[in-house]
């Protein structure tokens, strides 16, 4: 099960930062990722992280301004987004994936959580 905390309301310019809190004791063996879905448009891919933490991989569109990181040890993953522009408004969701390496493909993904809700104002 995955939680998804963290979200807000902020001005253009400000920051956030996405808690994602898993239970179970299988957490490491998934990567985990960070998706987004605006107002009247399909969900997309925004970042991943690799089981132990090493690697990464970001859509453009967060490339520079977002943070993904994760605590094995505590079972959560945080997103650390920064420069955040209206058009980062969206409901944020963390899911897990036991599957390829740095999956980009929301089908790769076997849990979900609730989903959390980011506005940036102008």
């Known amino acids: 099960q995955l939680q998804a905390s963290g979200g807000g309301l902020v001005q253009a310019g400000g920051s956030l930062r996405l808690t994602c809190a898993a239970s179970g004791r299988t957490f490491r063996t998934y990567h985990m990722g960070w998706f987004r879905q605006a107002p009247g448009k399909e969900r997309e891919f925004a970042v991943t992280i690799s089981r132990g933490g090493g690697s990464t991989d970001y859509a453009d569109t967060v490339k520079g301004r977002f943070t993904i990181s994760r605590d094995n040890a505590k079972n959560t993953v945080y997103l650390q987004m920064n420069s955040l522009k209206p058009e980062d408004t969206a409901v944020y969701y963390c899911?897990?994936?036991?599957?390829?390496?740095?999956?980009?493909?929301?089908?790769?993904?076997?849990?979900w959580g609730q989903g959390t809700q980011v506005t940036v104002s102008s």
């Open positions: 899911a897990a994936s036991p599957g390829s390496w740095l999956p980009k493909d929301e089908d790769e993904y076997v849990y």
